[in-house]
């Protein structure tokens, strides 16, 4: 399963939608779901389900240039900026950890918060598309 959060308003923060965008069109194996900026409201279906692994994807100002793809660990989720959503995410995980086996929050670097999503980052999300499809999303570094 995969969560994908951002603002479709706000530049880059709108990659989380953008990758739901793409990845729901296309056929595959996930349950992908567009959270938009209030993950909350899908926790019944992450308790629904149960999956063994469940991806997060987010903006996430990791101090990295722009469009670096990481997996946050969750000892580093609680500080730092991630994305324009109201519930903090050392939250949200802590209740979804009762329900999955694996979470893997998975930040991409935005340049802008503007009107727009950036070039960088949004060759980003179609590279990260690419490892979600392939299933190596495993091999995305960790952020140290």
Do not use: W
């Not at 567009?34 to 992450?46: I, K, R, S």
């Not at 009762?98 to 998975?106: C, M, P, Q, V």
């Not at 670097?109 to 950036?118: D, F, G, I």
């Amino acid at each position: 399963m995969i969560l994908c959060i951002g603002n479709r308003d706000s530049g880059d923060d709108a990659i989380g939608p953008y990758i739901a965008d793409k990845i729901s069109t296309q056929q595959n194996e996930y349950i992908v779901i567009d959270c938009g900026t209030v993950p909350e409201n899908y926790t019944a279906l992450v308790k629904q389900h149960k999956p063994e692994t469940l991806l997060i994807i987010d903006a996430a100002d990791m101090g990295l240039p722009p469009g670096e793809i990481r997996i946050i660990p969750q000892h580093k989720i609680g500080v730092m900026h991630i994305s324009t959503h109201g519930i903090p995410l050392s939250v949200l995980y802590t209740y979804l950890k009762k329900y999955s086996k694996n979470i893997l929050i998975i930040g991409i670097q935005p340049q802008t918060m503007s009107v727009k999503l950036s070039t960088a980052v949004q060759k980003s999300g179609d590279r990260l598309i690419i490892f979600l499809k392939t299933h190596t999303y495993t091999k995305i570094p960790i952020l140290q």
